[in-house]
């Protein structure tokens, strides 16, 4: 308890002085995370509405590994993209290992399933009342799929924001393949094991409370600015 | 003059579903211009055949032709459903949807769809939420969305179930003013004066098959069978 209560003490103190650390990291925190959500919608979304609209041979096993992949565990993503991304690995040449562009990888690897995913359930439910309408309106695969994207937006978020939940708390794949390197990829989870291997318990919570307070922040921020709570309707 | 869609040729045609055929086979020649009413009890196949027609459903047999081929035949004709789907927009977006699909600019497809929310009588509607409307409005938008296309056949399935007596008259309006503006109507209804009032021809569709068929004046004044004869008869002793 006194850990805690030290800890929320810790967390007031940082905020409200603006620690500078406390402020880079939070910051690499978002732009990693931003990044990679940002990467995952653009490719992630239009993926989960051509499921959505299209009848092909190996749809349900398509949509059974997605889901799986959904539970990727994020080591082990971090474990392969390291040997990939290291020197004597395929990519070594990219010299991307330690870098903030390899965490952005990693987390967009582990963000790209549960948008895609999460995108299809949502827009599925949508493609089932609007079938028949836009087959009679005679629509191209091409415009079905914008039509989904669109109208469907509200879900869509819920997608997009579940994704970036995951993505700005993980810590498993970003530790290996970005290595805590401060003012480099160290970033509020990394930085929250680090002090807790140091023993500094009421810093490493104090950093917690940001981290969720970010998350909170981040998501009714998003609410507020795409209006989903008064408009109603979903 | 661009060539016409019609006829449409239906030749041994059958539709299969849930392992039973449950329409034809039958033939048929959709040509001409005017007003042909679909009668029937329920389960006859009303939606079934306007469905094939439209080619929203496919055929299990036999086959289904336009005069021009497909993709030209698809872009010309608009589909009433028995049960109006809407899209999650704006009744004005709604309705300007069909003509984006066809490559209209926004500012034009809107402009139009403004026109159209008059003509249905939805006027103050242009921006709510599409799915908001009651059941008679998200009818009417149907209508709207169907005609603003001008097409060159539209189907329409029960169109007035929800409606009440003034927006039945103003629907059967649009109805006969499209007709006459030289739309080919297709037309599954309930309702014995909207029938008579819309109908230049009846088919009388009776366990999947056309069991009857001929001008409006002659099926109601003495229809040929008995099965349409007891059709009609039921609706009087109602
Ligand atoms: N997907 C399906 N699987 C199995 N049977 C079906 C399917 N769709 C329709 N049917 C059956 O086909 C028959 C014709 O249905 P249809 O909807 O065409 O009738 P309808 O004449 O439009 O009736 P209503 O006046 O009630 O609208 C019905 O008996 C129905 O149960
Ligand atoms: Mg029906």
Redesign the interface.
Known sequence: MNDLSAGVMAAFGLIFNLDHNLVEISLRSLAVTFSAIAIASLIGLPFGAWLAVTRFRYRRVTIAILNALMGLPPVVVGLVLYVLLSRSGPFGVLNLLFTPTAMIIAQTILILPIVASLAHQALRE?WF??H??L?????SKW?RMG?LL???RRSLLTAVLTGFGRGIGEIGAIMIVGGNIDHLTRVLTTAIALEVSKGNFPLAIGLGIVLILLAILINIAIHILSRTER?G?W | MVTSILPLKLEEATVRKGGSRILGPLDLTLDGEGCTILLGPNGAGKTTLLRLLHGLDRTSGGQARWATPREEAYLRQSFVFQSPVVMRRSVRDNIAYPLLVRGVGRKEARERAVEWIAHVGLAGADDKPAQILSGGEKQKLAIARALIIKPEVLFLDEPAANLDGTSTRDIEALILRAARAGTRIVMATHNFGQARRLADDILFIYRGRIHERGPAKEFFAGPETKEAETFIKGDLLL
């Not at chain 1, 087959?135 to 629509?139: A, D, G, K, L, P």
């Open positions: 949508l009342q609007y028949d309408l087959i009679s309106i005679n629509t415009q039509a669109l109208d469907g408009e309707t």
